[in-house]
């Protein structure tokens, strides 16, 4: 599943082709994604251009001038720029021309991503409205993790893969940045110390971070805004070898998602 370094990696990749480009064409070829594709989409957006790029949590916000296009990559969504036309395959919903040739295809075999369009303040859709702080920005602190989590019993790792308490933090980053922490990814959010608070917001940031640097130096085939980076250290290595003390890592559920740690390391 795309997750915030693979969408800000597909955002940094894109800028430098869109921003400053008028969109010439737009092709649906699936009506409904998660949510349905705006039959307008194409009326709307043909003869706009794209102003910028940005990212609020896993969300691309082209800044179309009188409105915003809206993409959410889903569980299996990416977003391919192609120099030129080529025959679509079967999971290929959306083609966005541009005037310089280039094609954006947003392609999706799950159905689960989001390609709509938005004239107000994009921060305001309902479907951002509600995202905590970013977690890379200025306001995702120590002491605003240990404000929210005081006298909450759910597990530091749900209450960090909550959207509302800090956007875009999924299931791999979650496992990787309590690893580097050295927090039991179990414990009672309500428990930890301020402290831990903020080493664990370090590490979240040092892990999204070191993913997106190695992404967006990652050898991209076919011009194809891929992902897929890092080597991670607790992320898919149940019962194997922890790297720090060579104890077997445990691996638990939490939430209905793996969850993979050291109970030597992580306390
Ligand atoms: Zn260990």
Redesign the pocket.
């Known amino acids: 599943m795309p997750e915030l370094p693979e969408v800000e990696v597909t955002r940094l990749r894109l800028e430098p082709y869109l921003v400053g480009r008028a969109f010439t064409q737009v092709v649906l070829r699936t009506a409904k994604l998660r949510l349905p594709v705006p039959a307008e989409l194409p009326f709307l957006l043909t003869g706009k251009t794209v102003h910028a790029i940005v990212r609020r949590g896993k969300y691309l916000l082209f800044d179309c001038g009188e409105g915003w296009l809206l993409v959410h990559l889903g569980m299996t969504g990416f977003l391919q720029l192609l120099t030129g036309p080529s025959l679509p395959g079967k999971h290929d919903h959306v083609e966005f021309t541009f005037d310089d040739g280039r094609i954006l295809r947003f392609h999706d075999p799950r159905k689960f991503g989001i390609v709509t369009w938005f004239s107000g303040d994009p921060l305001r859709h309902p479907l951002l409205a509600e995202i905590g702080p970013e977690p890379l920005g200025d306001t995702f602190v120590g002491d605003y993790l240990f404000n929210v989590s005081r006298r909450r019993k759910v597990p530091i790792k749900q209450l960090i893969m909550d959207s509302g308490v800090v956007a875009g933090v999924g299931n791999i980053y979650a496992n990787e940045a309590l690893y580097r922490a050295r927090i039991r990814p179990d414990r009672p959010s309500g428990t930890l110390i301020l402290q831990e608070c903020s080493e664990l917001v370090t590490a979240i940031r040092e892990v999204l971070e070191g993913s997106i640097g190695e992404g967006s130096s990652f050898r991209v085939a076919e011009e194809t805004a891929a992902y897929h980076p890092q080597s991670f250290k607790v992320y898919g290595r149940g019962g194997e070898p922890?790297f720090?003390?060579g104890?077997p890592l445990d691996e638990i559920r939490l939430g209905g998602r793996s969850t993979v740690f050291?109970t030597?390391?992580q306390r």
């Open positions: 922890c720090t003390c104890a050291c030597i390391c």
